[in-house]
């Protein structure tokens, strides 16, 4: 699986210093990747969100005192 950004591939680099993942791991991920231009970010599609429905107001009825 290839790394999406820049963060990630730190992240990665960070996890293999720290030993907990290995280094043929990291490889992989990094001979996947290639020599792409990754973004430092990736923003969370707006389609993976799910959209709140606005509840309707019920009409209260009004209670004679």
């Not at 950004?5 to 960070?14: I, L, N, T």
């Not at 290639?34 to 430092?40: A, C, I, R, V």
């Not at 009409?59 to 004679?64: A, I, L, N, W, Y």
Request: glycine content about 6%.
């Amino acid at each position: 699986m290839p790394f999406k950004s820049q963060a990630q591939r730190r992240k990665f680099a960070q996890l293999l210093v720290e030993g907990k993942i290995s280094n043929e791991t990291y490889e992989e991920w990094n001979r996947e990747t290639g020599g792409k231009k990754l973004p430092e970010r990736v923003k969370p599609t707006t389609a993976g969100r799910k959209k709140t429905k606005t509840r309707a107001k019920r009409k209260r009825k009004k209670t004679s005192s």
